[in-house]
C-alpha cells in the first residue's frame, strides 16, 4: 500500500515536473513571437490587447464555470486583471520593442527580489541573510546584463519598461498575499480567466484596437529571415503562450511545491533568451550571459529564502511574465500568480 503510494507521488511528481516545463516553454516563446508583429507594423499595446484579449475569449467557458468568484473577491480578480495581466504583458512587449527579448525578461526577473525589497523596508520584517544575498546577487546581475560600465548599452526607456513589468508582478504578489489565506481561497483556474477578461477590458481602452491595421494580420511578418504567416505567429502567442502557459503552470503548482514549479519557471527566461538568439539574432555578450545565469540564480535564492507571508508564488510561469511569468509569471510573462484551493494547496511559501 506504501510502496503503491509511493509510486502514485512520484509519478504525480514526474507529471508537474513536465507541466512546468511545458509552461516555462510555451511562456518563454511569446517575445519572440511578438516581435515579429510588432515589426510588421503593429503597436506594442495592439499585440498586447490581441493575446489578452484572445486568450480570454478561450478561457469563456471557465468565467462562466466561476461565475460566482467577482462576488466573493472582486479585489483580488481586479488586481490581477489590472497588475498581472495588462500590466505585466504590455511593459514587457512595449519593452521588447526597444531592447532584446532575453534583457527584458532578465529585468522582470527582478520581482522576487524587489518583494523582499517591500517585505524588509515597507512592512518592516526580517529577510534571511540568504534572501538578502540574492537580491544582491540580482542587482549586480542585472548590472552586468545591461553593461552599466558603458552608460547602458540599451535603450533606456525600455529599460524603464521592463523594470515596469517587474513592479507589476510585485503589486499582485503583493495584493495576493492579502487574498490566499483561509478557507475563501479562489480557485486558480478562475482567477486566471476573470484575469483575462478585465485585463482584456482596461487594455481595450488603452489600445483602441479599432485603430489597429488588421491588414497585418493576413500578410508576412519576419523571422529570422524567413516569411512567416502573420496570423500563424499570433495564434501561438493565444493559445501557445498564454492558454496553454497559464493552464500547464496551474496544473504544474498542484503537484509539486510552489518552490520547485518556480525555479522551473526560471527556464522560461533561458528558452526566451536563447530562441531570441537562434530565431531574432539577438546575440549578448559573454559578461551578459554571465550576469544573466547569475540574475536566476538571485531570483531563485530570494524565492525560496523569503518569509512564508511575504507573498503568493508565481505560477510555473511569469512573468511569466507571470509572463509568469515569468514569472510566473507569469510570468509572461509570464508571468501570473494564482491563489489554490485549500484541498489543492501544497502550501504557501512566498516568492
Do not use: N
Amino acid at each position: 500500500m506504501h510502496h503503491t503510494r509511493g509510486q502514485r507521488h512520484d509519478q504525480g511528481r514526474g507529471v508537474g515536473l513536465g507541466l512546468a516545463l511545458v509552461s516555462a516553454l510555451a511562456f518563454g516563446g511569446s517575445g519572440v513571437a511578438a516581435k515579429p508583429l510588432i515589426g510588421a507594423g503593429l503597436e506594442p499595446l495592439q499585440v498586447t490587447w490581441l493575446r489578452v484579449a484572445g486568450a480570454a475569449l478561450v478561457m469563456l467557458p471557465l468565467v462562466w464555470r466561476h461565475r460566482r468568484l467577482p462576488l466573493r473577491r472582486p479585489g483580488l480578480l481586479l488586481g490581477f486583471g489590472l497588475l498581472a495581466v495588462a500590466g505585466v504583458q504590455a511593459c514587457y512587449f512595449a519593452a521588447l520593442s526597444r531592447i532584446p527579448v532575453g534583457v527584458a525578461l532578465l529585468v522582470e526577473y527582478l520581482a522576487p527580489a524587489l518583494v523582499l525589497g517591500w517585505v524588509r523596508f515597507v512592512q518592516r520584517r526580517p529577510v534571511s541573510r540568504a534572501a538578502a544575498a540574492g537580491v544582491v546577487l540580482a542587482v549586480g546581475g542585472l548590472a552586468c546584463v545591461v553593461e552599466v560600465w558603458s552608460g547602458l548599452s540599451f535603450d533606456a526607456l525600455g529599460l524603464v519598461l521592463a523594470l515596469g513589468a517587474a513592479c507589476c508582478q510585485v503589486g499582485y504578489f503583493v495584493l495576493s498575499d492579502h487574498g490566499s489565506e483561509g478557507q475563501d481561497a479562489a480557485d486558480p483556474l478562475g482567477v486566471i480567466a476573470y484575469g483575462l477578461l478585465i485585463g482584456a477590458a482596461v487594455l481595450t481602452v488603452i489600445a483602441r484596437p479599432w485603430e489597429l491595421h488588421w491588414p497585418v494580420l493576413t500578410g508576412q511578418a519576419d523571422l529570422a529571415g524567413t516569411r512567416v504567416p502573420a496570423v500563424l505567429l499570433l495564434c501561438w502567442i493565444v493559445l501557445v503562450a498564454t492558454v496553454i502557459a497559464y493552464l500547464t503552470g496551474v496544473l504544474s503548482v498542484r503537484r509539486l511545491s510552489p518552490q520547485v514549479a518556480g525555479v522551473v519557471a526560471c527556464l522560461e527566461a533561458v528558452v526566451a533568451t536563447v530562441l531570441a538568439w537562434v530565431l531574432l539574432d539577438e546575440h549578448l555578450g559573454v559578461a551578459q550571459v554571465v550576469g544573466g545565469a547569475v540574475v536566476l540564480g538571485g531570483a531563485l535564492i530570494a524565492q525560496t529564502s523569503a518569509p512564508k507571508a511575504a507573498g503568493a508564488e508565481p505560477v510555473a510561469a511569469g512573468p511569466s511574465p507571470v509572463e509568469p511569468a515569468g514569472a510566473a509569471a507569469a510570468r509572461g510573462h509570464r508571468h501570473a500568480v494564482a491563489d489554490e484551493p485549500p484541498e489543492d494547496r501544497p502550501g504557501h511559501p512566498a516568492p
